[in-house]
């Protein structure tokens, strides 16, 4: 079963908020199970599945979004995302797969500098810490014929060396 969440900015703790809503699309994380401290591109991969008998068609966001806990804690808040909408449109059984992409750099959970960007890392920020840490991925859909859906995964479990 999926659980909803909702995960907020750094510093913050992930809340889980039960099952999440019945949707006839399935949300897919495939991510390795360690990374380096430094790595650098994408975390895996994210695949959306429609599992339904109907076709499914509406807009959403260009990626998935992403964060990443240590103890059920904000340590990487979600890069800002292009305003460009992408054209979903999945027959029965059809499936769309992009990147997941996240730094894997601590995020500041008081940041000082009134133009910094909130999510974003700063220039010297320092590579998350070794260990285990929780990846929660979510991405919604904004169908033609119905209200918004939103998909969740998480907690997936990796490890930092």
Request: glycine share 10%.
């Amino acid at each position: 079963m999926r659980h909803a969440f909702r995960a907020g900015r750094c510093g913050s703790p992930v809340t889980m908020l039960g099952p999440a809503p019945d949707a006839a699309l399935e949300l897919t994380v495939r991510l390795a199970d360690h990374y380096a401290r430094d790595h650098r591109g994408p975390l895996g991969t994210f695949t959306v599945t429609n599992t339904g008998d109907r076709r499914i068609t509406g807009m959403s966001g260009p990626a998935a979004t992403v964060w990443i806990a240590r103890d059920g804690v904000v340590v990487t808040e979600p890069g800002a995302m292009p305003a460009v909408n992408v054209t979903v449109d999945l027959a029965p059984g059809e499936s769309l797969t992009s990147e997941l992409h996240s730094a894997l750099r601590q995020c500041d959970p008081a940041p000082s500098d009134p133009a910094h960007v909130p999510g974003m890392p700063y220039p010297d920020d320092e590579p998350l810490a070794p260990g285990r840490h929780q990846v929660y991925v979510r991405w919604d859909l904004r169908p033609h014929d119905g209200p918004e859906i939103a998909l969740y995964a998480g907690p997936v479990g990796i490890d930092l060396r």
